[in-house]
């Protein structure tokens, strides 16, 4: 398996050491309450587009606002847990990455079914999924445990 590194560290190592799980849990709250802002932000500017898009449609593309906050939220999704750095603009505040326990990295794919998955998850399941933090060692929620993969300190 190759190395990989985010900031000159293995990330191999990271995942094994108990102390990256510290105060994950209360960062993944924060961190989703700052996430939820910027994307309640991004829709802002999206949103006058759509309105405009409607006048020039007569009305069509009004449409449009039915699906728009999704849309939105998974782009940044894919471009940010998706990418490089492997945690959104908030999970970074935070100081917490997403990693997979097989060492690879995360694409887009697998951060916006992580997302779709969390939300399905708080449809249906809401206690459940922060429920499952409490009695595992690695804090992983449940769509964690579904996926391979693990949250942990950025800084660790």
């Known amino acids: 398996m190759n190395e990989r ?10 995942v094994d050491d108990i102390r990256a799980y510290d105060g994950v849990r209360s960062r993944r709250v924060f ?22 898009l409607g006048l020039l449609t007569l009305g069509l593309g009004w449409a449009l606002f039915g699906i728009l906050a999704p849309v ?11 990418g490089p750095n492997q945690a959104t603009t908030g999970m970074r505040m935070m100081g917490i990455r997403l990693e997979r326990l097989d060492g690879q990295p995360v694409d887009g794919m697998l951060a ?9 998850g708080n449809a249906v399941l809401t206690p459940l999924i922060l429920l499952v933090t409490l009695f595992n060692a690695r804090k992983r929620t449940l769509h964690d445990l579904l996926l391979g993969t693990v949250v942990i300190r950025a800084d660790r």
């Open 5 to 14: 590194t985010i900031d000159g560290e293995i990330l191999g190592q990271a």
């Open 112 to 120: 916006i079914v992580h997302s779709v998955l969390f939300w399905a």
């Open 72 to 82: 939105v939220a998974l782009i940044y999704v894919w471009n940010t847990l998706g």
């Open 31 to 52: 961190a989703f309450l700052i996430d939820y802002l910027i994307v309640a932000l991004l829709l802002i500017p999206f949103g006058i587009l759509v309105a405009l």
